[in-house]
């Protein structure tokens, strides 16, 4: 045993693991930053080398063979990143041993492996999902799926938010409204065509090549800019404008696995929607507002540019 310890203390001579609540062999933690998922183990000293070798290099094989981790049946690639022994009064010598895995998205479907067959209760905190589970030989299988609803309100809104087409496509729009009525009949329409394009094409009633979407979204944001420039307003500026965010609905729909996702997607666009209308609703008053004196009315301060 007592080899067996001063080997691990002469190869796994990394830095430790700040912040990890682990402090005692048997235990392990899991955390996720974004896309990055963080596992420490706290495993007995003398198990660690008879069951992966004495040497660094043994070690992060073995981890790495049997701790592992995918998402949405994606493997999440990973390894060890650091290994330090640990003594501490009343507690049987350790190492605490860490895993990083790069995961290509930061929640799902979880399926998370340890068969190193040493026993470990772990406390997880995991695509949006929190909890504990205790691994050993006859449980090497830990499934965390994320909340759904949650996790496709995220989605719904990142696909307008960071989406620069459907930006630039709404705020080329907006800011051609010649009134606050006239905004807020774009907003609409635009908000059905979203909705109505979303949900047939979600369900299978409309199904359009990615390609072609993906062409005619950056095609509408010409269109839209062209409208004033050619003189169409009222209902046939409406009536155009409905058909091209259909397409941004189509969009939309290709990041939409099934229809029990539709919900908050949905949600999250609407939102997001929301978000960017007020920001450009609000340009012009803010515009307007510039170098206004608090207080001062509009008259007054053209009294004094006269003066």
């Known amino acids: 045993m007592r080899n067996a310890l001063l080997a691990l203390l002469l190869t796994l001579l990394l830095p430790a693991t700040a912040g990890a609540a682990v402090d005692k062999p048997g235990v392990s933690e899991i955390r996720q930053d974004g896309a990055v998922v963080t596992w420490v183990l706290g495993i007995p000293g003398e198990e660690l080398t008879s069951l992966a070798g004495e040497t660094k290099e043994s070690i992060a094989g073995y981890m ?37 895995f790069k995961c290509p998205q930061a929640a799902g479907k979880f399926a998370v492996v340890n068969e190193t067959l040493v026993v470990s209760a772990v406390d997880y905190e995991l695509g949006g999902a929190s909890g504990t589970f205790r691994f050993d030989a006859d449980h090497t299988l830990m499934e965390v799926a994320s ?23 709404l705020a080329i729009l907006l800011l051609g409204a010649r009134s606050l009525r006239e ?22 009633v409309v199904s359009v090549p990615e390609r072609v979407i ?86 007054d301060r053209a009294r004094s540019a006269a003066h």
């Open 147 to 169: 909340p759904e609803f949650s996790r496709w309100l995220r989605e719904g809104f990142e696909a307008l938010a960071l989406g620069w087409e459907h930006v630039l496509f």
């Open 64 to 100: 790495a063979n049997n701790v592992r981790m995918s998402v949405d049946a994606e493997s999440c690639p990973g390894a060890m990143t650091n290994a330090t022994p640990e003594r501490r009064d009343g507690v049987p010598p350790f190492a605490r041993v860490t895993m990083q």
């Open 183 to 204: 905004l807020g009949a774009f907003a609409a329409t635009v908000t059905v065509a979203y909705l109505l394009a979303l949900v047939l094409a979600v369900v299978g």
């Open 214 to 299: 993906e062409a005619l979204t950056v095609a509408s944001i010409v269109a839209v800019a062209a409208l004033p420039v050619l003189g169409i307003a009222g209902r046939a500026q409406l009536s155009i404008v409905f058909a091209l965010a259909l397409v941004h609905g189509l969009a939309f729909a290709i990041a939409v696995p099934n229809d029990n996702a539709l919900g908050g997607f949905a949600v999250g666009l609407l939102l997001a929607e929301a978000l960017i209308v007020t920001l450009v609703g609000a340009l012009p008053y803010a515009w307007r507002a510039r170098g206004r004196t608090p207080g001062a009315p509009a008259r």
